[in-house]
């Protein structure tokens, strides 16, 4: 939490918090935070929130309708209602079928928000490389190559008419956020955001 005071943000998404029993408390800063529960019998999954000080009185609903999903819904005016869905997707060596059930719930979790603006944010481990000419919902940047998990996910923004954000701007290098690994030979960037409103540059 030290480490949000040197940065500016409205909410941060967490993955894989592990922890046994969900949790919700006030930072000394005034900040909230949620944090959901891992699964049952084990480590894996949890999901989390930190809300900045400002956007507290905005918060509606906090839920997390899995290990793998929660979702934070703000009010930001009278019009302005913003459901954020964080997520944490199965890895590369799970069962198909998990990567099948983990989308299946994403597209219900998404439906039942009432938001016009819905964003789904968090590590997809996904690469979806360069758009496809039939493509609508993927952008022209992105310069790694399509994994199978950026198939899943290209898949998931078609069908679900979600923008894949991370593609749709061209970032200089040294301002994108990556993953690293322990040997520092591969780089990735799995943190994505989809949202259900094309994004556009102010």
């Keep these: 939490m030290e480490g949000t005071e040197r940065i500016k943000f ?16 006030t930072w000394k800063n005034g900040a909230v935070v949620f944090l959901g529960s891992s699964r049952e019998n084990s480590t894996t ?4 929130f930190i809300v ?11 839920s997390f309708p899995s290990h793998r999903i929660g979702v934070l819904d703000l009010q930001l005016d009278k019009k302005t209602k913003v459901s954020l869905i964080q997520i944490y997707a199965p890895t590369a060596d799970e069962d198909e079928a998990d990567h099948t059930d983990f989308y299946d719930e994403v597209r219900e979790t998404a439906a039942k928000c009432r938001s016009y603006y819905k964003i789904v944010s968090g590590e997809f481990k996904a690469c979806v490389g360069p758009k496809r000419p039939y493509e609508a919902f993927i952008g022209p940047h992105s310069l790694e190559e399509r994994n ?10 078609e069908t679900s008419h979600f923008y ?11 301002r994108r956020w990556m993953f690293l690994s322990p040997n520092e030979f591969t780089s ?4 994505t955001s989809c949202a259900s409103v094309k994004p556009s540059q102010t």
Excluded: Y
């Excluded at 999954?45 to 989390?48: A, V």
């Design 10 to 25: 409205d909410v941060i998404g967490l993955c894989e918090t592990k922890r046994r029993n969900s949790l919700s408390c």
């Design 164 to 174: 894949h954000g991370n593609s749709r701007f061209q970032k200089a290098e040294n």
């Design 52 to 62: 900045a000080p400002r956007l507290v009185q905005e918060i509606r609903q906090v």
């Design 45 to 48: 999954g949890g999901i989390g």
């Design 188 to 191: 990735m960037n799995w943190t």
């Design 148 to 157: 199978e998990a950026g198939e899943l996910l290209a898949s998931f923004c």
